[in-house]
């Protein structure tokens, strides 16, 4: 009984030393980010992250203690590398959907804004029905394609993906697409506010399907760094509450991105 107690204190004292040993601190976060997603994150003329997601990222590690730094990723490449280690988080606009809670641990929610269509002012694509024969332009492993693909494709649309919303604004511009899938709040402000998008507006329904958009925004981490993900949340509860996660929306933004109650 003496030799088995000794085995099991000695076994209980090497996990815990090697769980002191593999935990992190969190002092220093890699976040990865695609900066061509105007205006929730992209860069200056300087070359320089700016946007919403940035400023909340920055926002939360002053309240979390840590020093961060921004790791650029394609978007259908980001969850891959996250899993590789290039980076510890992704701060980049990702919605919450249930595929992706498959692979990945998310945050809370910090912000959520539904699906739009745009295409030529005075269009009648208000429905899917209405898209057959038309060349839809989504973001490449964005919710969008995914929508496109279920709903649009199989009613007759072709649906032609891209690795950047800029790619996509540009041959919509060209009359190469009849129409694009994106977020509202980004194909606003990176696109129908700039002089490339006048003549195109969002026509149709808002899209919300949660099976297909998801819960809104949140932090990704590896589904191995649960602590990581539990200080984003208590962060993000403190930038709500004290006053920051406000001025950082009112930058951008002239309506409450948040959406919804807490």
Known sequence: MKS?????????????ASTALYARDWSTIRIGVDATYKPFTYKTADGQFTGFDVDIARALCAEMK?????????????IPGLQARKFDAII???????????VVAFSDKYYTTPGRVVAPKGSDLVAPAKFKGKRVGVLRASIQETYAKEV????????????TEDQVYLDL????LDAMVSDQAQASEGFLKTP?????????????????FGYGAGIAVRKSDLD???????ALKAIRANGTYKQINDKYFDFDVYGGND
């Open 4 to 16: 088995l107690l000794r085995h099991s204190i000695a076994g209980f004292c090497v996990l815990i």
């Open 196 to 212: 490339d998008g006048q003549g195109f507006a969002f026509v149709g329904p808002e899209l919300r399907d949660p099976k297909i």
């Open 152 to 163: 649009l494709a199989p009613a007759g649309a072709e649906v032609v993906s891209y690795d």
């Open 173 to 176: 511009k060209s009359k190469r």
């Open 66 to 78: 840590a020093k961060c730094s921004f790791v650029e990723s394609n978007w259908d490449g980001i």
């Open 92 to 102: 980049s606009s990702m919605s919450i959907t249930d595929d992706r809670r498959k």
């Open 228 to 234: 990581l993900r539990d200080k984003f949340n208590e």
